[in-house]
Each structure stands twice: as structure tokens, then as C-alpha cells.
Nanobody
Framework: QVQLVESGGGLVQAGGSLRLTCAAS???????????MGWYRQAPGKQREMVTT???????NYADSVKGRFTISRDNAKSTVYLQMNSLKPEDTAVYYC????????????WGQGTQVTVSS
């Protein structure tokens, strides 16, 4: 019901910044049911981990490893979530996945295709 398209990944030096964007599209009913939006990441050989989430009341949650460096925001009019990443470290290198959680009547979690972020030392 909802498709997610991510953009903004790439290669950056340590200490640099990147901004990821995830735009949701689909039926009006499904889009209007979106509650939580967020980002996960998966580094080679590691499990996927939560990076940050934002509720439809703009309540945010961050992994300890990114607090103070990453900022999540959303534009409900555009059905888009953003991830501003500053002071990037080599350990931030991973594939970043956008996700949205749909409320009633869908109760589904939808994932983007992932975008690679590589931080060189």
C-alpha cells in the first residue's frame, strides 16, 4: 500500500555530513495511516539496528551511538522523513533503511530498499 524511496546516501569523509531522505507514496488511505517513521541500518556482518524513530506527535528516539550527531524530522504534508547525519564516523558505515509503520486498518511495517552510507577515515 505504501512505497518508500530513499535518497542521499554516498561516500563522505569522517567528520562530514549527509542528509538522507525517504519519500512515501501510495493510496491516500495508507499514507494517512502512517504513524511512526524511522531509520534502521545494517553494517556488513551485523544485525540490522534501530537508528532513530519519530512518532506522528514528533516524539523522537535515538540510538545511543548517534545521539547528538543525527537528527530525524518529518514533513507530513510531503509524507517524507529526513535523517540529518553530522560528525559522521567510520562506524556509521552501513546500509540505511527507511521504514514506516501503518496504523489501522493496515497494521503493517513497510521498508525502503536501503541506501549505502560509507564514511572513510
Amino acid at each position: 500500500q505504501v512505497q518508500l524511496v530513499e535518497s542521499g546516501g554516498g561516500l563522505v569523509q569522517a567528520g562530514g555530513s549527509l542528509r538522507l531522505t525517504c519519500a512515501a507514496s501510495g493510496s491516500i488511505s495508507a499514507i494517512s495511516s502512517i504513524n511512526t517513521m524511522g531509520w534502521y541500518r545494517q553494517a556488513p556482518g551485523k544485525q540490522r539496528e534501530m537508528v532513530t524513530t519519530i512518532s506522528n506527535a514528533d516524539i523522537t528516539n535515538y540510538a545511543d551511538s548517534v545521539k547528538g550527531r543525527f537528527t530525524i524530522s518529518r514533513d507530513n504534508a510531503k509524507s517524507t522523513v529526513y535523517l540529518q547525519m553530522n560528525s559522521l564516523k567510520p562506524e556509521d558505515t552501513a546500509v540505511y533503511y527507511c521504514y514506516v509503520r501503518l496504523g489501522p486498518p493496515y497494521y503493517q511495517t513497510m521498508w525502503g530498499q536501503g541506501t549505502q552510507v560509507t564514511v572513510s577515515s
